[in-house]
């Protein structure tokens, strides 16, 4: 079993930047991919950025290149989600997922946070 716990959701505005992070509670958490995701209200939850154990492969959406940027500590037990020139289709809650292979599936991730909520305004 694998605690998540997001936090760095908010308020900003278009073109600001925030900064998730997701704390993990297992030692082990370095040995799971870690997944972002968001969901909007009546949309289905879709794949932001993955990050491989090692933090040696990421991948992104489309809709997000160029701007959010996913990294690990694994000695933190914490994977960041870094988001910059935001907008406001950025809006939704967002969470990350620890599974056992990469994936931009959420049936791939086996936990889940409570999720963090980010909004821009325009």
């Known amino acids: 079993q694998v605690q998540l716990v997001e936090s760095g959701g908010g308020l900003v505005q278009a073109g600001g930047s925030l900064r998730l992070s997701c704390a993990a509670s297992?030692?082990?958490?370095?040995?799971?991919?870690m997944g972002w995701f968001r969901q909007a209200p009546g949309k289905e939850r879709e794949f932001v950025a993955s990050?491989?154990?090692?933090?040696?492969?990421?991948s992104y959406a489309d809709s997000v290149k160029g701007r959010f940027t996913v990294s690990r500590d694994n000695a933190k037990n914490t994977v960041y989600l870094q988001m910059n020139s935001l907008k406001p289709e950025d809006t939704a809650v967002y969470y990350c997922?620890?599974?056992?292979?990469?994936?931009?599936?959420?049936?791939?991730?086996?936990?889940w946070g409570q999720g963090t909520q980010v909004t821009v305004s325009s």
């Open positions: 297992r030692r082990t958490f370095s040995t799971y991919v």
């Open positions: 990050i491989a154990w090692a933090g040696t492969s990421t």
């Open positions: 997922g620890a599974g056992s292979r990469t994936s931009d599936s959420p049936r791939q991730y086996n936990y």
